[in-house]
Every structure is written in structure tokens, then in C-alpha cells.
């Protein structure tokens, strides 16, 4: 099943409570092997990686300077396209 995103309330949300431009923290969760494809969105900046303990997934953890909420929202649409991605 996949999940709805309300992209307008998210974009109200962070220009509210952002002041761009801003550094901001992109997290997600992604089956192991898939973690080339989120550092592939993030060229440049250091993506921080955690195996789970069962080793069946990644943590990955990103801080990139963006200008607005638009670009935030393209970085996660950009990510949905990753299979079994869960973004935090």
C-alpha cells in the first residue's frame, strides 16, 4: 500500500518553521544495496550510514544546505522514486 503525501501542508509546514536558506536534516531508511541510490541525490555532501542490526537495512543521514522548501520537496520526491525507501 502506498502512502499519501500532502505536499502542501508539508511545504506550509517547513516555511514556518524554517528560515531559508537552511541547513536541514534529511533522514531515511533504505533496504541494504540501496544506499549508492541515496547517496546519488546527495552528490557532495556526507551521508552518514547505519546498518541495522539485522542487516537488512540502512540508516542514512543527511545535513545539506537548501534554499527553500521547493528544493526540500524535490529531494523527496526524488528519493520516493527508490525502492523500499521509508523517508523519516
Known sequence: ?????DKVAFKEKLESSSTFPTRYLFKFIVPMGKEAEIIALFPNEEVLLKPSSGGKYVSTTIQKWVDDADQILALYERAATIQ????L
Do not use: A, R
Open 84 to 87: 523500499g525507501i521509508i523517508s
Open 1 to 5: 500500500m502506498e502512502q499519501t503525501f
